[in-house]
Each structure stands twice: as structure tokens, then as C-alpha cells.
Nanobody
Framework: QVQIVESGGDLVHPGGSLRLSCAVSGGDFRLMSLDWYRQTPNNTREWVALVTRSDSTLYKASVEGRFTISRDNSKNTVYLQMNDLKVEDTAVYYC?????WGQGTQVTVSS
């Protein structure tokens, strides 16, 4: 059974950076495409980024150029490097594989 565990969320100032990690166990990680979603304080769920099994990437327009999604198949882990964070990036960030979701990690951007 596939399990997903996110980590790396924190409180940062605007303009700061964070790297989120998503550790995946079970299944064949190399065959997985994985997404990051986020749920904002007003409970809006937004898709953020995708990395395919062939390492192609896609981004929500408002994060492109600031966020980078990557994967390390040797560690069964996906990363979301977030730079130049803005208050509107505040959310619980979730890593997903198909219909499977992790428990989320809180990112708060505040001065």
C-alpha cells in the first residue's frame, strides 16, 4: 500500500524560501507521477505543481518561476522548492499520487 508523508512546512517571512519533501513508500516510485496541491486558509484547494515519471514538470501560473518541483528516485522522494514566498502562498501543502494524499504540511508566510 502506498503511503505519502510530507514534511518541511514552517513559518517564514515574505521573500523567504522553504523546501517541502514528500516521502513515498510502497508501490514503484519510478512509475509514479506526483502532484503538490495546497489548501488555503479559506479552504480553497489549488493544484500547484506536477512531476511526471519521465521528470516533466508543470506549474500553476502564480508559482511558476518561484517554485521548483523535483524528484529523487533513489530516495523515493519528491521536493517542492519554494522561493520568494508570498503571503498568498500560506496553505497546507499536500503531496498526491493519483487519489492518494498525504497528511499535509503547513506553510505560513507572514511578516
Amino acid at each position: 500500500q502506498v503511503q505519502i508523508v510530507e514534511s518541511g512546512g514552517d513559518l517564514v517571512h515574505p521573500g523567504g524560501s522553504l523546501r517541502l519533501s514528500c516521502a513515498v513508500s510502497g508501490g514503484d516510485f519510478r512509475l509514479m507521477s506526483l502532484d503538490w496541491y495546497r489548501q488555503t486558509p479559506n479552504n480553497t484547494r489549488e493544484w500547484v505543481a506536477l512531476v511526471t515519471r519521465s521528470d516533466s514538470t508543470l506549474y500553476k501560473a502564480s508559482v511558476e518561476g518561484r517554485f521548483t518541483i523535483s524528484r529523487d528516485n533513489s530516495k523515493n522522494t519528491v521536493y517542492l522548492q519554494m522561493n520568494d514566498l508570498k503571503v498568498e502562498d500560506t496553505a497546507v501543502y499536500y503531496c498526491t499520487e493519483g487519489h492518494l494524499w498525504g497528511q499535509g504540511t503547513q506553510v505560513t508566510v507572514s511578516s
